[in-house]
């Protein structure tokens, strides 16, 4: 069987938690930052736990993470 490839797009922008769980960082935090509020912008800075329903789609193309 030969070794399957890594989506190195996804693969940098997911990491692995120790219980197993993918951590990904929030969306919209590149631009057009003046009409957002700064409670807002603060908690896009932090990250986030990735949805149950996309993590089986998300191990296929990151097997060995």
């Known amino acids: 069987m030969p070794k399957i490839k890594t989506n190195r797009s996804a693969a940098k922008r997911f990491k692995k938690t120790g219980t197993g769980k993918l951590k990904r960082m929030k969306a919209y935090k590149s631009h057009i930052l003046t ?31």
């Open 35 to 65: 009409k957002k509020s700064t409670k807002r912008k603060r908690n896009l800075r932090k990250a986030t736990i990735t949805d149950a329903t996309k993590v089986k789609n998300m191990k296929k193309i990151i097997p060995y993470l």
